[in-house]
């Protein structure tokens, strides 16, 4: 085989085995592949050398080769970067709405957050919304007229008691693997929420229903009806006879004593009785509702000029397409308690879920993770279909899930917080929302208690004045009436001192909870403050003891003691039965009138009139003498001077009986009888 031969098979043997590398080396200064030369003689030693050198630098060139691709490959990448998979969420994110923003258009911000990748989100399980008569806060819980309207609405006007509880959050794609300290914190929070809600709840409710009758009182209208009406027709129409006979009676009786004053008092305090009780009975329900109606203006004035001032945003000012969002259309009493529900439960709530309530995450994020967490009124209405609830969770799931993936990216200890791994500031948050919601209460609680009580006992005096107005149609037999009418003023006053004084202590919430330079801490402290001022001005057991007619400090200081009551009116009427004669035997009806008159002996007795008697020399004692002291100490008078008055202080047992009396001008006390 000749030389040419042998380079022939020797390159096609190259291109077969290394096409990509040595190919193109075969002839280095063409750069391809060139045809065969004509063979140069040589000799065959000279040929195998030459193949064998080729054969041995062939792996160092493609090792060289090989490294310096590398090196070129590494100088491109840090001298011309390519477009990071990570560059498309940084671009959105320079497009991401400020605080205002987010405060105003919840619904176009969410449209700028990305979604989260699918690998992601398969591990991610958002919690499902709540409703916003959940929790023990939701027994108490209805549905506010302004909610269905537009303009301005808090917390507890749109969503009730929803969403004030702790989840755990992406904690691992194995939530059963969950650490058991988490669970347990979570869930010790979670009962602390549920209390705080419980008594915000029911302060909320009473409240509403103290301030409008309407909705409390509205059931026991048929009631007040039937019940008065029946009483009238069996009890006072009939036995209302026999009592104008007796008055009757009496006032024949009475005209041998010729008292016309007692006389016209005993007739019109019949007469008076007669037409209340028959205009009562004739419009019970009507009577009420004028009574609650009056009421509810004079506290409706109070509350407009002291109550939780309102949020209505003026025409000029309102940059809002709808300008009817911009009205405020809620009750004093619904506002009230959209305040107590942001600052006791929402604020608490946001510091256990993010770890600050005035943070720019919570600012930012915090209502939007909120609304994903619960259900509006209308919301809840629409989630009874069951097709538009699995829409409505979806919708929820996705917007905590891309407000939390941003939430990590942004603000990763805030995310913590979210994921639920500190539990033990959840369980803080929990303890200091029970604590305000429970000084907040104590005197909203009473107070509108105090303010119901006394609606309620105008409806019970309209169904109980026939039956005592039967007997109290006689004035000597009145006393039940009369104390009926006494708790129905009571009632009157306890009203709108009460709706007063919530007002005014709402107000002062609402000021201490809104001023930002004040500490938590020291909000708490100052709510309850002004708790207690408010139950040592108006003293709320007092009043309600009042009600019933008696004094409560005098019902307190006589409980056990009246024995000792008895026998001490029976000392004080014991001088009146000495002067009776022991041997009179009539009756005390058929005594004629006595006149009692009393005689002054001495010095002055002249200057007193005395009816058909005659003065009595009196027998005057030698004053006593105190014996004087010696040297410079007390010396007697020059003149006896002598009072121009007496006491008489009767005389009860003769070891009080001195032998030589005082100097003073005896008064004796005389009984006649009328001719």
Known sequence: MGEAEFRRRSGQAEVRLDTGVVSGRVDNAAGRLSPPKPARRSTGPALGRTADGLAGLRPRQRVAAFVLALFVAAIAVVVFPATPAAAEPTQKQVTLCSIEEWQTDLTGCLAKLPDVASPRAQCL?????DPPNSGLGGWFASQPEASKHEGQKGPYTNRGYAGYSYTTYDIGCVPTLMHPDYKFENTVANGELMLATGVIGASNALRERAWDPGLMWGWADPLVQKATQSIYKQVFSVFGVVTLVIVGIYLLWRSRQADMSGAMTTAGWALLVMISVTALAKWPVNSAHLADNTLVSSLAVVHGAVGPPSDAIPPDQCNRPDKASCQDIRPPAVRAGDTAVETMLYRNWLRGLLGS?????????????????????????????PTQRAAIVTRKSA?????????????????QYLQGTKGMERIG????????????????????LLVLLGFLIFRWAVIASPILGTVGLLRPASAGFRRLANAVVAALFNIVIFGTGAAIYLYAVDLIMSTASLPGWLQIVLVWLCGVVGWLLLRPYRRITQLGGKDSTAA??????????FFR??????????????????????R??????????????????????????????SPRRMPAPTGDGWSEPEHETQPGYAVYRPRRSAVSESSDPPAMVSARAEARREP
């Open 399 to 415: 917007q905590w899930e891309k407000i939390s993936e941003q939430i990590r990216i942004e603000d990763p200890d805030a995310y």
């Open 125 to 129: 399980e958002a919690p499902p919304p």
């Open 357 to 385: 309530a005035d943070s720019d995450t919570a600012k930012k994020y915090g209502f939007a993770l909120y609304d994903a967490r619960t259900l509006t009124w209308g919301e809840a209405n629409d989630a009874r279909d």
């Open 569 to 590: 009116d029976v000392a004080e009427t014991a001088p009146l039965a000495v002067a009776r004669p022991a041997t009179a035997a009539a009756s005390a009806g058929d």
């Open 556 to 565: 307190i200081a006589s409980a056990g003691t009246w024995h000792r009551r």
């Open 592 to 621: 004629p009138p006595q006149r009692v008159e009393v005689r002054v002996d001495g010095v002055g007795a002249g200057d007193v009139a005395t009816h058909g008697t005659a003065d009595v020399p009196a027998q005057r004692s």
């Open 429 to 448: 948050a929990g303890f200091i929302a029970l604590l305000s919601s429970v000084m907040y209460a104590l005197f909203d609680l009473t107070a509108s």
